[in-house]
């Protein structure tokens, strides 16, 4: 860890005061995945455009992207066992760069399975840091107020989620020549080659500049000396040992539950809301219009984090999500039932009561799992597989009844998740006979 700025850090029972320098180190990492992630929701209007693909078929951008996080969860979270936080994150950097250069070849050949390639390593980085970054929060402070420390993380991987929509439009889709799919098919078969080139060329540059920045990124982290007894595997209860296995935690097994439905149902309303906004019944936007009303789905969930942050240093967390998954649900059914400007900002509203369903849920999940915390964090990451599985199912469904109506399989996702919010305020805590502070 840093060197750290508070006096009394640690006792029997876990840390008592949060190490905010060792805080700030992983906030950066939660900004740099949240704007790499958000980059596909441009990705995939481009790209559908590009290679006219149908809605299923440019799902496969998530599909190859969240899928990485199932392949490389279990080996990332070996490596942080074995080489510990800090060396795990320098690995998802550089990984995570590489992953990023790869847009460049993909690009000049005009190759979509190159696309999705170049997002498995991507994404395999991005695990890493996931694996890494989101217990080494949850351990730098008391367990008390873990979940507000993962909002807050989660807060600046919103202001990234934010921001990379505006970037992709001013760098990717203001460069497009628009032709519509009628137009493409009359192109001979040499000039349609030359067209996809020069659209795809566009993501170039802005991959090119992503790149450079991890690599700086991984040396500036590599750079920072941290404590060897914090930068390694942290329990994250009181008491070690407990339990052989992660499968014999169902708290932990229900909330990977909640991830996985969780992150299927934000991928697929951002990944397809330039599409939404475009049909005549909803906005009837262009491409670049509707990417400009993105960045107010992710900026919600931002605002929300931060408010969260503060929330749950009062409210319990169970609470909190169960009300903010009710009233996602609510919006979502909303916004399939209206047109318009009602559609349109109902299914932007969204975002804001996202804001605190994964960290919560993490923190849910994590809680008493003492040596089994690396563990357990490896398989709520791989729980973010939903987002390669669940805006597929979607996009099969928009196939076929259209975007509108295809919502009904996020609101029912976030059903799942008002219900596990409050059944966690039945949870018994594994410790009665500690301070309620410490549990």
């Not at 060396?87 to 760069?97: D, E, K, N, P, S």
């Not at 992709?168 to 137009?183: F, K, N, P, Q, Y």
Request: charged share 10%.
């Amino acid at each position: 860890m840093a060197i750290s700025t508070t006096t009394s850090t640690t006792s029997f029972y876990g840390r008592k005061s949060t190490d905010y320098r060792a805080m700030s180190i992983a906030t950066t990492l939660f900004f740099m995945w949240g704007f790499l992630t958000c980059m596909n929701d441009i990705l995939i209007p481009h790209l559908k455009s590009i290679f006219e693909l149908s809605i299923a078929e440019a799902a496969l951008i998530q599909t190859a992207f969240f899928g990485s996080y199932f392949l490389f969860a279990m080996p990332a979270g070996k490596l942080v066992e074995y080489r510990g936080y800090k060396q795990t994150m320098v690995v998802g950097l550089v990984v995570a760069a590489a992953g990023a250069v790869l847009f460049i070849p993909a690009a000049r050949l005009a190759s979509y399975p190159i696309f999705l390639a170049a997002q498995v390593v991507l994404a395999a980085g991005i695990t890493c840091l996931q694996v890494s970054a989101n217990p080494f929060v949850a351990s730098v402070g008391p367990t008390a107020t873990a979940s507000s420390r993962l909002n807050l993380s989660q807060a600046f991987n919103s202001l990234g989620t934010t921001i990379a929509p505006w970037i992709g439009r001013v760098t990717i889709l203001a460069g497009v020549t628009a032709m519509s799919t009628l137009e493409v098919s009359r192109l001979s078969d040499a000039q349609r080659v030359a067209y996809r080139a020069h659209e795809a060329s566009t993501v170039t540059m802005p991959y090119l500049v992503i790149t450079g920045i991890l690599l700086v990124l991984a040396g500036l982290l590599a750079s920072v000396r941290l404590d060897t007894s914090e930068h390694m595997t942290v329990d994250y209860r009181p008491i070690a040992g407990f339990g052989a296995s992660i499968w014999n935690q169902p708290w932990l097994l229900l909330g990977a539950l909640g991830i996985f439905v969780y992150v299927g149902a934000e991928v697929s309303i951002g990944s397809f809301l330039i599409g939404y906004f475009g049909q005549p019944g909803v906005g009837g936007m262009t491409a670049v219009q509707a990417a400009g009303m993105v960045p107010y789905y992710w900026g919600g969930a931002m605002i929300g984090r931060f408010i969260g942050s503060a929330i749950l240093q009062r409210v319990r967390t169970g609470t909190l999500l169960g009300l903010a998954g009710g009233v996602a649900c609510a919006l979502v059914l909303t916004s399939v039932l209206t047109h318009g400007n009602t559609a349109v900002y109902t299914i932007l509203a969204v975002g804001f009561f996202n804001s605190i369903m994964f960290p919560s849920i993490f923190a849910l999940g994590l809680t008493d799992l003492g040596e089994l915390t690396s563990k357990g964090s490896s398989l709520l990451v791989q729980a973010i597989v939903g987002g390669a599985i669940i805006p597929y199912v979607y996009g099969k469904v928009a196939d076929h009844v259209g975007y509108q109506h295809a919502f009904i399989i996020p609101a029912v996702c976030y059903v799942y998740i008002a219900i596990y919010g409050f059944a966690a305020n039945g949870r018994k805590p594994m410790y009665p006979a500690l301070p309620k502070e410490q549990i």
